[in-house]
């Protein structure tokens, strides 16, 4: 049998948590990274279920509830710092975090999304040393 070189070079999935999960894209928009600031990120605790994180101006710390598919974060707060600039992506990504009701994992990608399918938020998997 031979095997597909597709799949012998295709990377496992990151497992959704213990994984730093990159902010990439917002609502099919890219998101940019403002100088002097840190990029929005997100963390699920491998002990708990606590998350914490970065909207690129604050940080930001929660929980959240994982059944199969189905995410639904809580209780989202975070820092109150005023930033020259990303507020306005700030405010978007913690709207999109409330709307989130299921997940999707494709190797080094994931993508939550709201209860109508939508993709609300994209993230790239950076490994935890």
């Known amino acids: 049998m031979s095997q597909d070189p597709a799949k012998a070079t295709a990377k496992p999935d990151s497992p959704l948590r213990n994984t ?9 928009k ?12 997100i963390v699920f605790s491998a002990s708990d279920d606590r998350l914490s994180g970065s909207s690129g101006c604050n940080r930001m710390m ?4 994982e059944k ?3 995410l639904k974060l809580k209780q989202v ?11 306005a992506v700030e405010t978007a ?11 999707k994992i494709s190797a080094e990608h ?6 109508s ?10 490994a935890l040393q």
Do not use: S
């Open 20 to 28: 730093y999960w990159k902010l990439v894209t917002l609502h099919g």
């Open 117 to 126: 399918g939508n993709i609300v938020a994209g993230f790239d998997a950076v």
């Open 30 to 41: 890219a998101v940019t990274v403002h100088e002097q600031q840190r990029e929005a990120h």
């Open 62 to 65: 929660g929980g959240f509830e």
């Open 68 to 70: 199969g598919d189905q």
């Open 77 to 87: 707060a975070g820092t109150m710092m005023a930033c020259p600039q990303g507020m």
């Open 110 to 115: 994931l993508d939550m999304l709201d209860a």
């Open 93 to 103: 990504f913690l709207n999109a975090l409330l709307t989130v009701a299921r997940y």
